[in-house]
């Protein structure tokens, strides 16, 4: 059996007016990602971390914001394909260990529904991903609240 490790890194701009989208569900907020897609940081960090344990490239590769397909796409969507892609290799997910940086709102009681959602997405168990959360205590952009970012590390088998 052959194991791979692969991680993945986003970022996107928080502005008012948008809706929030983490793990693939929308949590209430005042500002939301700015991106082509829903932007959703957690999805496309782990979307990168699976192809990068892959060696497929990353997300901007397969799924350019110059094609306007992909303007305001679901990032399931997207993770549903990215799996697809690992697996035509004849990869599966053994776990994902992700964390989610952002000033406001804690993001704790939503931190289930995500990994049920993940895990339905992406058709593993719900106790093969790992949500956490942190703010970067007031520094930087995170911390004044003008943007989002997460990373994800995964691990991938043959």
């Given at each position: 059996m052959k194991f791979?490790?692969?991680?993945?890194?986003?970022?996107?701009?928080?502005?008012?007016?948008?809706?929030?989208?983490?793990?693939?569900i929308v949590i209430p907020h005042t500002k939301g990602a700015v991106g082509h897609s829903d932007a959703d940081v957690l999805i496309h960090a782990i979307c990168d971390a699976l192809l990068g344990a892959a060696n497929l490239r990353d997300i901007g590769f397969h799924?350019?914001?110059?094609?306007?397909e992909f303007k305001n796409i679901d990032s399931k969507i997207l993770?549903?394909?990215?799996?697809?892609?690992?697996?035509?290799?004849?990869?599966?997910i053994s776990n994902i260990d992700s964390t989610i940086c952002l000033q406001k709102p804690k993001?704790?009681?939503?931190?289930?529904?995500?990994?049920?959602?993940?895990?339905?997405?992406?058709?593993?168990?719900?106790?093969d991903i790992s949500i956490k959360a942190t703010t970067t205590e007031?520094?930087?952009?995170?911390?004044t609240e003008d943007g989002i970012s997460a990373y994800a590390v995964v691990l991938i088998q043959n």
């Open positions: 791979r490790i692969g991680f993945g890194y986003d970022v996107h701009k928080l502005e008012p007016g948008n809706e929030l989208y983490l793990g693939g799924f350019p914001d110059t094609l306007p993770l549903k394909k990215v799996v697809s892609l690992i697996q035509k290799k004849g990869y599966s993001i704790f009681p939503y931190i289930i529904d995500m990994k049920k959602i993940l895990a339905q997405t992406m058709n593993i168990d719900i106790d007031k520094l930087g952009f995170v911390g």
